[in-house]
């Protein structure tokens, strides 16, 4: 995981998002693996965690430091 936050590798993303998933899995939840990259057709997510009681965490995976949460009803500003 380390490796992949520190060091730039062919399809370091894709790992990385390989990862993330696969420790929702070893947390028990029931993972569904996300695109690697965007369809303009397609919900877009990195992986979709659900638990024994339906409950879902959407995660999404991402390399900067730069936080970029927003609030609800705000309008995003694209990441370039």
Known sequence: LQ???ESA??????????????YGRRLDYTVEN????GKSNAVGFDGL???SSGHCIVVEV??????RRQEFGKKATPMV
């Open 9 to 22: 590798f062919d399809r370091s993303g894709f790992v990385l998002q390989d990862l993330v998933n696969e």
């Open 49 to 51: 965690w659900v638990d």
């Open 3 to 5: 490796t992949c936050l």
């Open 62 to 67: 991402k390399t900067t430091d730069a936080d």
């Open 34 to 37: 996300g695109l690697y990259q």
